[in-house]
């Protein structure tokens, strides 16, 4: 976090300006590191919290549509997956190329626990979970080893293997075709597959909406809870200065592994969620175009930033989505079967266009994202609101 | 024995041209100190160019190769000069040292799209004035084009060590790689030395990627870039420092990949051939980081 913003939009002080010997600056900047480290900034942060709570529950009750259903769940499952990678990259400093490889062991997890072993929802959530987060915590030794070059190869490498392995697994994953898995969403009494509330039962969409927006919350929760705790700010303190971290007792080693496993973790519940969603897994979905499409989400939201990966996902994951449905209205579109000559772009090619752009073109012009836009605007329109006398 | 010495031959042709994807990625490394993956693209867009000069302008391979590999240098230092320079000038943010890989990941996938769009997805066939012909030695047969990509190759190879060791801007190269301030302060342009780098490199990834695509039964595919990546192992186990590393590790990765496509049992599975570069990087990195020649570690990203 480079720059924070108080509530009212004034951006804080540098840690390293002369007025920082002043007592008084001082204890007044120890309470704005106070609200920066607080779960909740401010009472707003606060209520927009709670705000989402209710909509994410109260959407999906509203709704039938299976395009906005859809749209929704695919966002949610997106951003799971999205924050985890964001923690990585974002708060420790590591690339990783292998964000998918995560996903699919997750996903694998699922299958077994939930569809072979059919055991309840609680069970093969967090079983995909746990091993997304144990793989995590096996590869993060050697890949914070590496600086660059290394840890992009070795992260590659490991969606090249985990393609090999699950292509060849053929009695669990069903071979290069993939196998269909059905997820029990029963939770306790409540079953998410048919909710019902009074006279209305509703679909395994509207349950699949609740469940992965759920997640998202549970997700935005603890990472935000890692990083106000103390290997959390180990994490982000051994990004910005190595060296010094662990002079000042910041197990350097420690919290690198830290942040692989909760990004392992993370991307493992976001790869059961997707089996959920799909009711089929493929290893050939796992590859290194789903990586990319999560590194393009954490960019075009904000790297670093807690809503940013959220924003990113819904967005970005929304594009094939809106593709496919609007097909009719844009133009140099064809099909996907048609192999005659001229331009024309397929579907799946135009995905690729859209998500190659926004990477590229959000690195040049805005790296740090829409949620740093986004904290922009709002703080020049707070700025325009205490020109007048106000509560400040 | 005969497949033996078959194999070994289409291996050291197929660690050829990965050693040419290899020494493309490194030198823009050398030169900018910066990785950049942006020459998979080259290996890919090379290829369909020199499909589209030969096959539907009717240019002469020779000249469809100059061609390709013009506009290709052109894009790349194009690209540096007024992408990723000022990347680096800027430090961007929270990525920070990132942001040139990311923005090159955006291109090739760009790149990617932008292929099949034009082209369509099917295989092309290139005219390479090799074709099908064999010739035999013993009881060997070699294809006329293994023995051309492996000459080629080698002369390309050298012709860049004594680009790199010999001449002029291949000291200021070096100079400028390891240290970018002392050697500005010696009257080093740093864009003359990136742009020669991107030219090297665009050299390199078209003719590997045109040579990929003469392959017996292959033909121009949209996924050539593929191929990028496949050069990476051989990159990291050379040490992705030095130049025979380049080419020792390619080898060495072309023999294993063809050796293993050979004579790995049923048993081990579809995709065995491809992945085994993978497994060896992996063990590599796990017990020695810093590959089989043991170069300096590349810092920035």
């Known amino acids: 976090m480079t720059t924070s913003l108080t509530p009212a939009g004034r951006p804080a002080a540098a840690g390293n300006s002369p007025e920082d010997t002043d007592p008084d600056r001082q204890s007044e900047r120890i309470a704005e590191v106070r609200q920066e480290m607080r779960l909740f900034r401010s009472r707003w942060s606060l209520l927009a919290a709670l705000a989402f709570l209710v909509a994410i529950v109260a959407i999906p009750l509203s709704t039938a549509d299976p395009f906005l259903l859809s749209l929704g769940a695919t966002g949610g499952i997106y951003a799971v997956g999205a924050i985890g990678l964001n923690l990585l990259m974002g708060s420790a400093g590591q690339i990783s190329l292998g964000h998918a490889f995560f996903v699919a062991v997750g996903a694998y997890t699922a299958v077994a626990v939930g569809s072979l072993a059919g055991l309840p929802l609680p069970v093969w959530l967090l079983a995909a979970t746990a091993v997304g987060g144990i793989v995590g915590a096996l590869v993060g030794p050697f890949a914070f080893r590496l600086k660059g070059l290394y840890q992009i190869v070795l992260t590659l490498g490991l969606i090249y293997v985990g393609q090999y392995v699950f292509t060849n697994w053929q009695s669990f994953t069903g071979g290069p075709n993939g196998t269909s898995a059905e997820l029990p969403l029963a939770l306790g009494p409540v079953d998410l597959a048919a909710l019902r509330i009074g006279p209305i039962t509703y679909g395994y969409a509207q349950g699949l909406f609740i469940l992965a927006w759920l997640c998202v919350a549970v997700s935005l929760l603890v990472v935000r809870n890692v990083i106000r705790s103390r290997p959390g700010r180990a994490i982000l303190a051994v990004r910005d200065a190595e060296l010094a971290a662990e002079v000042a007792g910041a197990p350097a080693k420690r919290s690198k592994v830290n942040a692989f496993a909760i990004s392992g973790a993370l991307a493992g519940l976001a790869g059961a969620l997707l089996v959920a969603q799909l009711s089929y897994v493929a290893p050939g979905q796992f590859n290194l175009q789903m990586s990319i499409s999560f590194l393009v989400m954490i960019i075009v939201g904000g790297v670093g930033t807690t809503w940013g990966p959220v924003i990113g996902a819904v967005l970005v994951s929304s594009i094939p989505l809106m593709i496919k449905k609007y097909s009719e209205y844009i133009p140099l579109l064809k099909s996907d079967f048609d192999t005659a000559g001229g331009f024309g772009l397929r579907e799946a090619q135009f995905n690729l266009l859209a998500y190659g752009l926004l990477l590229f073109l959000f690195v040049l012009i805005e790296p740090r994202g829409l949620a740093y836009v986004g904290r922009r605007l709002a703080g020049r329109l707070g700025r325009r609101q205490t020109q007048h006398p106000g509560p400040r | ?301």
Not at chain 2, 22 to 48: D, E, H, P, R, W
Not at chain 2, 51 to 67: C, D, E, K, R, S
Not at chain 2, 118 to 125: E, K, R, V
Not at chain 2, 150 to 159: E, F, K, N, R, T
């Open chain 2, 1 to 301: 024995m005969s497949t033996f010495l078959q194999l070994t031959v289409s291996g050291v042709a197929l660690g050829c041209l990965l050693a040419l994807v290899a020494l493309s990625f490194m030198i823009v490394i050398k030169a900018t100190g910066v990785f950049n993956l942006l020459q998979g693209a080259f290996v890919l867009v090379g290829a369909y160019l020199v499909y589209n000069a030969q096959v539907t302008w009717g240019l002469p391979f020779v000249v469809a190769i100059i061609v390709a590999v013009a506009a290709c240098a052109v894009l790349g230092i194009l690209l540096d000069r007024f992408a990723f320079r000022g990347m680096t000038r800027r430090g961007t943010g929270e990525i920070g040292v990132l942001a040139i890989l990311l923005a090159a990941i955006g291109l090739l996938t760009v790149s990617q799209a932008l292929v099949v769009s034009i082209w369509g997805p099917l295989t092309l066939s290139i005219n390479d004035p090799w074709g099908l012909d064999t010739v035999r030695i013993g009881s060997v047969a070699i294809t006329q084009r293994d023995i051309a990509v492996i000459v080629i190759s080698l002369v390309l190879l050298a012709a860049f060590y004594l680009l790199i060791q010999r001449t002029r801007i291949g000291v200021a190269m070096r100079a400028t790689a390891s240290d970018p301030e002392a050697a500005r302060a010696q009257g080093i342009n740093p864009t003359v030395v990136s742009s020669v780098a991107w030219a090297c490199a665009a050299v390199a990834g078209v003719l590997a990627g045109t040579m990929f695509a003469t392959e017996v039964g292959g033909g121009v595919v949209p996924t050539l870039d593929q191929v990028a990546f496949a050069a990476l192992p051989a990159l990291i186990l050379g040490g992705a420092g030095s130049l025979v590393g380049c080419v020792a590790g390619g080898v060495l990765l072309g023999l294993l990949q063809t050796y293993s496509a050979g004579y790995a049992p049923d048993a081990f599975g579809a995709g065995f051939a491809t992945t085994v570069p993978w497994i060896l990087m992996i063990l590599l990195l796990v017990v020695k980081p810093t590959g089989l020649f043991g170069a300096r570690e590349i810092r920035r990203a």
